[in-house]
């Protein structure tokens, strides 16, 4: 069974970089045919898909965050991180990692983290 | 804005049947998944591709797709199918770019 599991800091100051870690358990992040994204959701609002990479490095990012966002993994630790950067308020959301299926006319995340609060503020 | 277009929100009786419908253009080309988010929780994967559901998924639960509409439909819904449920996709200029409608909360009566 593959558990994802969210870490960084909770806090945030305005204009400086979000960063957080998703680690990858009971699976290597490196089998299948799986990409390996993240999504967000502000409090009381829908889901934002941020991005997403796969194990060769490639990534494609929401195009209303692709100039802050950046998506990197790492194989042999069985991570993939996201960093935001100048954020402000309105990126205060629970953060998701999330393992993606991506074939020719299907598009579903399978396992997710249980998410992780990020608020910005001084 | 969504490119995925899904009602606010929709009630049913129990033991009723109830659809909820998710629209983009995306879906001509793209099965929609659809995802169950009780509050506090992450998001649960209930139905994806055709018509498939993960293991541990009630049969209940299915999937449909005609045109650009995509279908969650609940046979017999229970009061802990009572949660906001979101559909997803690739979107439409094939770029490999996901979206989310923006929801549906449903309530059981």
């Known amino acids: 069974q593959v558990q994802l599991q969210e870490s960084g800091p909770g806090l945030v100051k305005p204009s400086q970089t979000l960063s957080l870690t998703c680690t990858v358990s009971g699976g290597s992040i490196s089998s299948g045919s799986y990409y390996w994204s993240w999504i967000r959701q502000p409090a009381g609002k829908g889901l934002e898909w941020i991005g997403r990479?796969?194990?060769?490095?490639?990534?494609n990012y929401n195009p209303s965050l692709k100039s802050r966002v950046t998506i990197s993994v790492d194989t042999s630790k069985n991570q993939f991180s996201l960093k935001l950067s100048s954020v402000t308020a309105a990126d205060t959301a629970v953060y998701y990692c999330a393992r993606l299926y991506s074939g020719y006319d299907e598009y579903y995340f399978d396992y997710w983290g249980q998410g992780t609060l990020v608020t910005v503020s001084s | 804005s969504s490119e995925l277009t899904q009602d606010p929100a929709v009630s049913v009786a129990l033991g009723q049947t109830v659809r909820i419908t998710c629209q983009g253009d995306?879906?001509?080309?793209?099965?929609a998944s659809w995802y169950q988010q009780k509050p506090g929780q992450a998001p649960v994967l209930v139905i994806y591709?055709?018509?498939n559901r993960p293991s541990g998924i009630p049969d209940r639960f299915s999937g449909s797709s005609s045109g650009n509409t995509a279908s969650l439909t609940i046979t017999g819904a229970q009061a802990e199918d009572e949660a906001d449920y979101y559909c997803?996709?690739?979107?439409?200029?094939?770029?490999?770019?996901?979206?989310f409608g923006g929801g549906t909360k449903l309530t059981v009566l």
């Open positions: 990479i796969y194990t060769s490095g490639s990534t």
């Open positions: 997803n996709s690739r979107d439409s200029s094939g770029n490999h770019l996901g979206v």
């Open positions: 995306s879906l001509r080309s793209y099965y």
């Open positions: 591709g055709k018509n």
